[in-house]
């Protein structure tokens, strides 16, 4: 367990938190475990890259909790605005996408592979996705809800995810049958399941 590894644990961990806090209507708590998650998800592969601290534990750690966050963020904000319909759609594709990014991931561990590393369609994604929830989490901290600019956040955020989506589900299927050296990540030499 190095600093990267401990990181993405923290996102993880942090989780139950943010979600009783997002229950309970404290915007500010809220706020600040976002704010925290994103700094811990910018920080844990800033970390790993400049110190060589990048291990097989990270490489499965980083995107589940990219993933748990994500989706746990999307569930509670659908479950706020639960009275938009446009946002509930919009929110519900987080999920679907990160579930079968989840599962494409869990698959090529099967195969004996290791996952991809990320691209920068999906860090553009991830980052936008922070800073419009984040945003929209601030408006509520100060008491001021602008429908508009909620909308418009959220349906930047998920036109970004759906593209990472399309994009990503390219390079799993690439790798899925024998794709390029270029995008295939490397074989492990244990074969078993993760």
């Known amino acids: 367990m190095n600093i990267p ?14 979600i009783y806090f997002f229950l309970k ?11 925290v998650s994103g700094l811990s998800d910018f920080l844990d592969g800033l970390i790993a890259r400049k110190f060589n601290q990048i291990t097989e534990l990270g490489k499965i750690l980083d995107p589940v909790a990219d993933k748990m966050t994500q989706a746990s963020v999307a569930v509670c904000m659908a479950y706020h605005f639960r009275h938009v319909t446009i946002l509930i759609i919009l929110l519900s594709l987080f999920v679907v996408k990160e579930a079968t990014m989840l599962l494409g991931t869990i698959l090529l561990f099967r195969k004996g592979m290791r996952p991809t590393p990320a691209r920068w ?28 600019l909620t909308i418009v956040l959220t349906v930047l955020s998920a036109a970004l995810m759906i593209y990472a989506f399309v994009r990503y589900t390219f390079v799993f299927r690439s790798l899925s049958h024998g794709g390029s050296r270029e995008e295939e990540p490397e074989r492990t030499a244990d074969k078993t399941a993760v």
């Open 25 to 35: 209507g404290d915007w500010t708590a809220v706020a600040v475990f976002l704010i």
């Open 5 to 18: 590894n401990c990181l993405s644990s923290l996102r993880i961990l942090i989780l139950p938190f943010f």
């Open 121 to 148: 369609y999906g860090k553009l994604a991830t980052g936008c996705f922070y800073f419009s929830m984040i945003l929209i989490i601030f408006l509520e901290a100060f008491d001021y809800q602008n429908m508009t």
